[in-house]
């Protein structure tokens, strides 16, 4: 692959989405193609699982493991329908959410064996990795009083979740950043949308080179 995979991680209202529009910008404004793609989603087998997975009534009272397979099934999906491809033709990859949101949100806040969701991980991947994920990190209170402004209050599946998950969730990506430091860029999210997108650009310049 000569492409360059950057993905974006954060709990809810954290401004992932912001800092993906203004990266792709500024790539394209430099000459880079840039391929978005966000999770899960991002196919028509993607979308339709985003569907039950957030908002359908059929979701209600999904077990863990059954949610942990079917996020699995749509990375699968846009691993090899949309990412690969991407990569290989040599475009930046943006992903909002990859791996590590179903190793902290299945894995740690939902409690499953962490080594069952590693495993389930590697299958949907096929072992592929970021070169570089930017957490944008923020107390769990805030980031879903964010939502609420936005969403006139309507919330999602997963955003229904009491505050201990999103503190779970939270304090799972700041352990497994701490983990692996090469690849992540740990960065606070109570920053002005403008020093986050500094930021950014400057860790990914050298990823270009």
Not at 9 to 38: M, P, W
Not at 40 to 51: F, N, S, V, Y
Not at 160 to 179: C, T
């Amino acid at each position: 692959m000569s492409g360059l995979f950057i993905s974006f991680e954060g709990g809810e209202g954290c401004g992932k989405s912001t800092q993906i529009k203004a990266l792709t910008a500024r790539l394209e404004g430099e000459g880079h193609g840039v391929f978005q793609a966000r999770e899960p989603g991002g196919t028509p087998l993607g979308e339709a699982l985003r569907q039950l997975l957030q908002h359908d009534a059929a979701g209600d009272g999904m077990h863990p493991e059954a949610e942990l397979l079917l996020f699995a099934a749509a990375r699968a999906q846009i691993v090899r329908e949309k990412l690969l491809p991407a990569l290989a033709a040599g475009k930046v990859v943006l992903c909002d959410r990859f791996i590590d949101s179903t190793t902290v949100y299945q894995g740690v806040a939902r409690g499953l064996n962490r080594a069952d969701v590693a495993a389930v991980n590697q299958v949907a991947t096929g072992g592929l990795r970021p070169d570089l994920t930017i957490l944008i990190d923020l107390p769990a209170q805030t980031g879903l009083e964010r939502v609420r402004k936005r969403g006139n209050g309507q919330l999602d599946r997963m955003e229904q979740e009491d505050p201990a998950f999103f503190d779970a969730v939270r304090q799972g990506y700041l352990d497994i950043a701490k983990a692996d430091p090469q690849r992540f860029l740990v960065l606070d999210g109570a920053q002005s949308i403008e020093t986050l997108q500094t930021s950014i650009w400057n860790a990914v310049q050298p990823h270009l080179a």
